[in-house]
């Protein structure tokens, strides 16, 4: 079994930063890729970024490259998304998933087996 666990939501102006963690708790932690998601009001849940654990490669939104990076520290077994230059439109909770071993691409919510629970972020204009 798996948890997960988001923090480093909030509120921030447009323009501005945060920063969001997903610590993973595991016996055994292997995985092979770990994605963040976002949902917003009325809208289907929506791929953000993935990073694939073993090889570090990442991937990437039209909407958010250039402006979001994702990182991951193994030793913390928790994986970051840094969000820059942030718009009213990235106003959404963001999840993060994993996908223990291959089970399709990574920008496909239905490939994920484990969900944390959502942190809000909310950008102001």
């Known amino acids: 079994q798996v948890q997960l666990v988001e923090s480093g939501g909030g509120l921030v102006q447009a323009g501005g930063s945060l920063k969001l963690s997903c610590a993973a708790s595991t016996r055994t932690f292997s995985f092979y890729a770990m994605g963040w998601f976002r949902q917003a009001p009325g809208k289907e849940r929506e791929f953000v970024t993935a990073?694939?654990?073993?090889?570090?490669?990442?991937y990437y939104a039209d909407s958010v490259k250039g402006r979001f990076t994702i990182s991951r520290d193994k030793a913390k077994n928790t994986v970051y998304l840094q969000m820059n230059s942030l718009k009213p439109e990235d106003t959404a909770v963001y999840y993060c998933?994993?996908?223990?071993?291959?089970?399709?691409?990574?920008?496909?919510?239905?490939?994920?087996?484990?969900w944390g629970q959502g942190t809000q972020v909310t950008v102001s204009s």
């Open positions: 990073i694939k654990w073993s090889t570090d490669s990442t």
């Open positions: 998933a994993t996908q223990r071993t291959y089970r399709g691409p990574v920008s496909s919510k239905d490939y994920y087996d484990y």
